[in-house]
């Protein structure tokens, strides 16, 4: 295989969950030559009926309907019928997605991913229109400017929510348990995202906000590390990484940035079908955290690229991950250019953790789970908030599906009062220092890395205050 036009598949490849070009960095981008097989297979009978379904087209329906059209129809659901995140790349199409490696795009700065026929949230992107305006992750995009997307097809769907910067899009999304429809009116934008944010929360202790893999994120998340501990007198007691509503990226710097933290130990593997689909992603050192305690942040918005990241540190066993069970997109895409300047864009081969656990359509599960209080809130999380229930979603191997966290801390008072104060505390650390009074998640796993008791639910019974282990850094 050969890889014309991107000369680094580790740094080109993209992982994600939709195909919102304008929308989010969400599409894997590994091009490869691709070689003709299995000629001697093709289905001659069912390209008969093909045929024959084409010509009765042209010549009875109702409007006159040109080859194009038709082709590019048979070409989209041929593809679509695969997977979500399979496509069929228009030869515009292709242009867009070209020029979104360097983080500077036009758009709403949200990830999205289609679900029967209407837009599924992954996540608001930080300190972007989408996040200003309360987008949540879940949420479902019902109507865009008034036109209903049911049946119009997710690559139509997001070219509705582009424009020119400055221009308005009303969107109508439905957000469980609530029957009435919210509308929000957002004012479309060219996304600069600064992917890597850093703050001290505490003497000693630090917090680095990633919002999303971008080429130079593993170089940021590094000198954002060394800046930390330069304001702790040169030495980090602990560190949170808060990978929260982060959908992805580029694979590459998913992989440095888990490099940032590891002396050694696999980061990620994937397996597939064909030759070169199998790769294996190690860590060389040296750890930038000189072994200090760490916890990593997750929630239903976290996808791919810091899904890996995640998998990575909690098996080497150099951090502790805690939050919600992660979204679950575990699939590698290949871009494969075709003659016509589109591309196909396939799901070749799946994600797998260091432990051996494929992430498709299962996720990581936290070390220690943070539960809505509310029992609905915490059906409607598992319901709305993971890729597995997606239309058509791909199923893996089922090898740790039975995992479970270790601990559970319930979140206090009434969850979605307290969900909304750490939306707000998410949305302000894009740009100021977190606030822990809102953020109860954040404030528990600052608790934890100091040493302090934390309120550990013990079954369906009363929680009881518990100092939980931190894991040893491997190798040190």
């Excluded at 080429?215 to 030495?235: F, I, M």
């Excluded at 995640?310 to 575990?330: I, P």
């Excluded at 809130?377 to 058509?392: F, I, T, V, Y």
């Amino acid at each position: 295989m050969s890889t014309p036009r991107f000369s680094k598949p580790l740094r080109g490849t993209f992982l994600g969950v939709g195909v919102g070009l304008v929308l989010g960095v969400s599409i894997s981008f590994a091009a490869t030559v691709y070689a003709a097989k299995d000629r001697d297979t093709i289905p001659l009978e069912q390209i008969q009926t093909f045929s024959q379904v084409f010509a009765i087209i042209k010549s009875n329906y109702v409007d006159p309907t040109s080859d194009k059209k038709l082709m590019d129809g048979a070409i989209n659901g041929m593809v679509n019928a695969l997977d979500p995140h399979s496509a069929y790349l228009s030869p515009k199409e292709f242009k867009e997605m070209q020029v979104l490696t360097n983080g500077k795009f036009g758009g709403l700065g949200i990830e999205v991913t289609g679900d029967h026929g209407v837009l599924k949230v992954v996540a608001p992107i930080d300190d972007t229109p989408a996040a200003k305006a309360g987008i949540k992750s879940g949420d479902l995009i019902v109507k865009i400017d008034g036109k209903v997307l049911q049946g119009i097809g997710l690559q139509k769907s997001v070219d509705m929510m582009r424009g020119k910067p400055g221009t308005q899009v009303t969107l109508t999304i439905l957000r469980p348990p609530q029957v009435l429809p919210l509308h929000f009116t957002l004012t479309r934008a060219i996304i600069k995202v600064q992917s890597v944010r850093a703050a001290m929360l505490a003497p000693g202790y630090g917090y680095i906000r990633i919002s999303q893999f971008q080429e130079n994120t593993g170089s940021a998340t590094r000198k954002a590390v060394e800046h930390l501990e330069q304001e702790a007198n040169g030495h980090l007691n602990g560190l949170i990484l808060d990978l929260r509503n982060n959908p992805g990226g580029v694979l590459g710097a998913g992989v440095e940035t888990a490099d940032t933290f590891l002396n050694k130990g696999l980061i990620v593997y994937t397996k597939g079908r064909t030759v070169g689909s199998d790769m294996r992603f190690s860590a060389h050192g040296p750890d930038y955290l000189h072994g200090a305690p760490m916890i990593v942040l997750i929630n239903g918005g976290s996808a791919s690229a810091a899904e890996i990241v995640t998998g990575a540190l909690k098996d080497d066993h150099r951090a502790l991950v805690m939050g919600q069970h992660s979204f679950g997109k575990g699939s590698v895409q290949t871009v494969m250019p075709l003659g016509n300047g589109g591309a196909l864009k396939l799901t070749t081969a799946l994600y797998y953790t260091p432990a051996g656990c494929s992430i498709q359509s299962q996720g990581i599960v936290p070390n220690i789970e943070v539960q809505p209080a509310n029992a609905q809130q915490r059906a409607l999380n598992a319901d709305l908030l993971n890729e597995s229930e997606l239309h058509g979603v791909l199923k893996a191997p089922d090898e740790c599906s039975k995992a479970t966290p270790q601990y559970t801390i319930a979140l206090p008072g009434s969850a979605t009062a307290q969900s909304t104060k750490e939306d707000e505390a998410m949305a302000a650390s894009g740009t100021l220092k977190p606030d822990l009074a809102k953020d109860y998640p954040l404030h528990e796993a600052l608790a934890i890395l100091e040493g302090k008791a934390v309120p550990v639910r013990e079954g369906k019974g009363h929680a009881i205050d518990t100092v939980i282990p931190l894991p040893r850094a491997v190798g040190q």
